[in-house]
């Protein structure tokens, strides 16, 4: 089997698709040395990706969900001698001649249009991209989707696609894990934040579906200083959460990190009170795994795919609910106890998912869709 994998989400700074496309590709190659994998390289990615012996390299100079992929991808990559393609990223480009994949993350697009690409560099990604999701929902040889929440959506939305969705877990990385020496970790968060106040954590880009205004609002008005609240996220996101933080009164007890190396990240994780994630919508919630997997207990939003991904370790709050996330954080800024046992559940959650497995499943996946790619509808549809 020849496999041609989408790997542009992988560059300098980390996102959640890229870490599970980093993940695929080290794992996958080695679980099938008699295949042969063909990643396509974002131009500013660090090479090589992977060094196992049956993969090769291709750089292709336009962004992934760009018009310029999803409508003419064979004007800069080859399908030649391929039988599979796999989308990573949620949307399948035309005129892909072999069998495909899809890995849908989320349909945001779909379930809250209003508050899908609302920069204005993004908004013309609102003319094509539902389109190109579209796609592949319905000519997708196989989805893979990161829950059975999604999963139940996608076959709701598109009915044809029902059979064809396979439940695929993410996972966290192996160097997230509870720390060896607490104190030491406390000291290193200390020097990362430039403060050895107790924090609570904020991890991921401040997209509307987010709600990291939640946390700031409650944030402020229950928890006085010195308590901190650090949020991990790229710069360019920055200001519209900085300016709310300003006319909350809050600015000098928030911090803004833009990129952290991974084991610095580990490193927060194993030392905030807790991980705070109140977004309205989730595909999967990477950051609540790592964040379990590190031994920090989690406040996140009550919803269907949260509450599949951590079962009972973690506060579940309704969405935009600010008083209840307040007391939730009161709670556990109050009640070590609580704060231990909230912990040791989620590091035992978090053992039920792994990137072995997920790398498994979805290998087992490629396979099948590979055998039936010719009976099922294809990209170029």
């Known amino acids: 089997m020849r496999v041609a994998i989408d790997c542009r989400y992988i560059r300098e700074r980390p996102s959640g ?4 496309v980093e993940a695929m590709v080290h794992a996958i190659p080695q679980m099938a040395p008699g295949d042969e994998f063909v990643l396509w390289a974002h131009r500013l990615a660090a090479r090589p990706l992977t060094n196992v012996s049956n993969v090769s390299e291709i750089t292709v100079p336009v962004e992934p969900n760009s018009l310029w992929t999803l409508w003419w991808p064979e004007h800069y990559a080859s399908f030649d001698g391929m039988n599979l393609f796999h989308a990573p990223h ?45 796609r592949a929902l319905r000519h997708a040889t196989f989805l893979i989707a990161t829950t059975s929440v999604m999963a139940d959506r996608i076959a709701n939305l598109c009915p044809s696609a029902r059979g064809r969705v396979a439940v695929v877990p993410m ?13 030491g970790a406390r000291e290193r968060a200390a020097e990362i934040i430039g403060s050895d106040a107790p924090f609570f954590l904020v991890v991921g880009q401040d997209r509307p579906v987010k709600q990291h205004a939640t946390a700031l609002a409650a944030f402020a008005r229950y928890i006085p200083g ?8 790229r710069e360019t996101y920055k200001h519209p959460l900085a300016n709310l933080a300003r006319r909350l009164g809050i600015e000098k007890r928030v911090t803004w990190i833009p990129h952290v190396e991974a084991a610095d990240l580990v490193v927060l994780y ?29 406040v996140a939003s009550d919803i269907p795919t949260l509450r599949e991904v951590v079962g009972r370790a973690a506060i579940l709050v309704p969405p935009n609910d600010i008083a209840g996330f307040g007391h939730a954080l009161v709670a556990l800024a109050r009640s070590a106890d609580q704060r231990r046992d909230l912990a040791g559940a989620g590091i035992d959650r978090s053992k039920l998912f792994s990137w072995d497995r997920c790398a498994r499943e979805t290998l087992d996946v490629f396979r ?3 055998a039936f790619g010719s009976t099922v509808g294809r990209g170029s549809q």
Request: hydrophobic share 45%; charged share 15%.
């Open 368 to 370: 099948d869709a590979a």
């Open 226 to 233: 010195p308590w901190r609240l650090v949020l991990v996220q």
């Open 90 to 134: 949620n949307t399948l480009p035309c005129h892909v001649p072999c069998a495909t994949v899809v890995t849908i993350h989320d349909l945001f697009s779909f379930d809250y249009p209003a508050l899908a690409f609302t920069r204005w560099s993004q908004r013309i990604k609102r003319l094509y991209y539902p389109r190109a999701q579209w």
């Open 171 to 183: 996972a966290p990385g192996q160097i997230f894990r509870p720390a060896a020496d607490p104190n």
């Open 270 to 298: 194993q030392a905030a009170v807790a991980l705070v994630q109140p977004s309205l919508y989730e595909g999967f919630g990477l950051p609540i795994v790592e964040s379990m997997a590190s031994g920090c207990p989690v």
């Open 17 to 20: 698709i890229g870490t599970y």
